[in-house]
């Protein structure tokens, strides 16, 4: 692994239906973030971890649930999904909070039907 | 409210210079970043800027007046590789990056 993957590349999905998008970092960053990008829109932040075991809410985090069990992993759940959360969805790691750059994941394309 | 503003859409021609503006409004300010975006990939980092006045990274440079609340990206020679995206992001004060939506900027030959 090189960098930050993420999984599934594509995803059509029924409404209602739980989802989980995967995210794996190898670069031993502390933070990682989740954000959706829509078309006309900037990036969005769902949700972030500041470190394994810590985890904070973006500008919109509603209806999406995160974890952060480890420094690698950081995993973002579709309880019950919506048309709405159809989107393409990028996972992103920094070394640090305050003034590291952002590195992202490759993303994922999510329908939600 | 927090708001980025940047044109949609610009043209220009190969081996031209391109200048990219971003304006912004945000609660507090720790940098701005420029990344590039190609068309169904991850943004990718250009460059970062905290301080006023220009940084300059080979054909890409970024200049900041945080007076001003504003920044340019300057594209130099450009090439056709360089058709994509570019976003513009700004560390509030709660060090959360806000996005403008992006600047597709189409290279003609």
């Known amino acids: 692994i090189a960098g930050i993957t993420q999984a599934p590349t594509s995803q059509i999905l029924a409404a209602g239906r739980r989802m989980t998008l995967r995210c794996t970092q190898d670069?031993?960053?502390?933070?990682m973030y989740w954000y959706r990008q829509d078309l006309g829109l900037g990036l969005r932040l769902i949700h972030y971890?500041?470190?394994?075991?810590?985890?904070g809410k973006g500008e919109v985090p509603d209806g999406y649930s995160v974890s952060r069990a480890n420094t690698d992993d950081f995993p973002l759940t579709l309880a019950s999904a919506v048309p709405s959360q159809t989107s393409v969805y990028f996972c992103?790691?920094?070394?640090?909070?305050?003034?590291?750059?952002?590195?992202f994941g490759p993303g994922t394309r999510l329908t939600v039907l | 409210g927090q708001n980025i503003d940047q044109p949609t859409e610009m043209t220009a021609t190969e081996g031209a210079i391109v200048q990219i503006n971003c304006t912004y409004q945000?609660?507090?300010?720790?940098?701005l970043f420029w990344y590039q975006q190609h068309a169904g990939e991850a943004p990718t980092f250009l460059s970062y800027?905290?301080l006023d006045g220009l940084e300059e990274k080979g054909r890409f440079s970024s200049f900041l007046s945080r007076s001003k609340g504003y920044s340019y990206l300057l594209l130099k020679e450009l090439q056709m590789k360089d058709s994509a995206s570019y976003l513009c992001?700004?560390?509030?004060?709660?060090?959360?990056?806000?996005w403008g939506a992006g600047t597709k900027l189409i290279i003609k030959p």
């Open positions: 992103a790691s920094s070394e640090g909070q305050d003034t590291d750059t952002q590195y």
């Open positions: 945000t609660s507090g300010f720790n940098g």
């Open positions: 992001a700004v560390r509030d004060s709660n060090y959360q990056l806000i």
């Open positions: 670069m031993r960053h502390n933070a």
């Open positions: 971890s500041n470190t394994a075991g810590t985890t």
């Open positions: 800027n905290v």
